[in-house]
Structures are given as structure tokens and as C-alpha cells.
């Protein structure tokens, strides 16, 4: 079965610090990676995106950035954090269209 | 735009009583509406997939019916295991399998 794992849980960074989320994939081969973000009182918003190793989509012009250097592995990163870059970060899957399924998420709190 | 408006934001209902949630939307061309529930601090947790209109799925309590504007989820007979945010979210033909969210709509089941 495939599963979903995502890294760190909790992070509390000051600002101007850099970022490091890192996400994996296992049980499935070449899937669909997205990154998104959930911030109090907004829907989920897609930030990146990504259909193959290598191959990043970006849905919103941002200090943050998505990288995809193996086939199962999507990580998102920023060299300086904002105040506003705070909130809940999921990453997902999918392959083939089928729907997508989501990690436990990572919580960022900026101060 | 493609665009998801979820109502009501909150909903308080005692035990028993059967309630809807609401997700209206506008899409260029529908390839799916996803509900999902989400816990809290927690990732969304996936529930039904609905294509075309007319088409309606049931899962214990729930059941989600689509039109060509808005989708129901109808809850029967809540319990307080229910309370959770619903999440609805639209995926659009040709998109690469990214789905555009709603705020939710945030359940809470007294006994």
C-alpha cells in the first residue's frame, strides 16, 4: 500500500532563517507531488507542483521554492522566512488522476 | 476563475439531528468534486468523488449529491465522532490533477 510521510512535524523558525520541508512517497512509482498551504480562515492553496523528477509547476509567486530530486522525494525550501510564510503545510500525492491523498502535514510558525 | 464558496463556515448541530453543507462552484469544465474531512492539525482525509450530475455516493452517515452549480453533503443522524472540518474542492479538465479547495465548512456534534 502506498504511504505518505512528512517531515518536520513542528518547526519554529525566526525570520529571515531558511526551510527545509521534506516529503516521501512509498508504495508507488512516478506519482503526481503537490505542496500546499493552509493558512487561518483560507482554503488550501497550491503552491508547487510536480509531474516528474526534476519538473517543478509553480502556482504562486513567492519566497519559497520546490525542489523533486528523486522520483518519491518533494521537498519545499526557503532561504529567508517571512512573517507571513506561517501556516500548514501539506504535501500530497496522486497517480494516473486517481484522487489526491494527503500527509499529516508540517506546522510553521514564523517569529 | 475557477472558484469554491463552502457554506455555512460553521455549523453547530446536537446529536441526531440531520443537517447539509453546502459547496458551490464554477469550473472550465468539471473533471471531479472531492469532499474531504479534515481533523484538526491533521491532513484532510479523503470521502467521496463525484463526476457528473445526478450522481450521488454514501458512506455510514454521509451522502453527497452533485448538480451542475453546487454539491450537498447531507449528514444523517450526527454524532459527536462526526465533528470535523468538510472540505470540498473542484478539479478542472486539463489540469494536472490539482484541485482548487473551499474555506470548509467546520462541524460540531454535541451529545
Known amino acids: 500500500s502506498q504511504t505518505i510521510h512528512q517531515w518536520p512535524a513542528t518547526l519554529v523558525q525566526p525570520v529571515g532563517s531558511p526551510l527545509s520541508l521534506e516529503c516521501t512517497v512509498e508504495g508507488t512509482s512516478n506519482p503526481n507531488l503537490y505542496w500546499y498551504r493552509q493558512a487561518a480562515g483560507r482554503g488550501l492553496q497550491l503552491l508547487f507542483y510536480?509531474?516528474?523528477?526534476?519538473?517543478i509547476s509553480s502556482e504562486v509567486p513567492q519566497n519559497l521554492s520546490a525542489s523533486r530530486p528523486q522520483d518519491r522525494q518533494f521537498i519545499l525550501s526557503s532561504k529567508k522566512l517571512l512573517l507571513s510564510d506561517s501556516g500548514f503545510y501539506l504535501c500530497a500525492w496522486s497517480w494516473g488522476g486517481s484522487v489526491l491523498t494527503f500527509g499529516a502535514g508540517s506546522r510553521l510558525t514564523v517569529l | 476563475e475557477d472558484q469554491v464558496t463552502q457554506s455555512p463556515e460553521a455549523l453547530r448541530l446536537q446529536e441526531g439531528e440531520s443537517s447539509s453543507l453546502n459547496c458551490s462552484y464554477t469550473?472550465?469544465?468539471?473533471?471531479?468534486l472531492f469532499w474531504y474531512r479534515q481533523d484538526p492539525g491533521k491532513g484532510p482525509e479523503f470521502l467521496f468523488t463525484?463526476?457528473?450530475a445526478g450522481e450521488e455516493k454514501e458512506k455510514e452517515r454521509l451522502k453527497a449529491t452533485l448538480t451542475k452549480k453546487e454539491s450537498f453533503l447531507h449528514i444523517t443522524a450526527p454524532k459527536p465522532e462526526d465533528s470535523a472540518t468538510y472540505l470540498c474542492a473542484v478539479q478542472a479538465r486539463g489540469s494536472q490533477g490539482n484541485l482548487i479547495f473551499g474555506k470548509g465548512t467546520k462541524l460540531s456534534v454535541k451529545p
Open positions: 463525484l463526476y457528473s
Open positions: 469550473v472550465s469544465g468539471l473533471r471531479g
Open positions: 510536480s509531474v516528474g523528477i526534476g519538473q
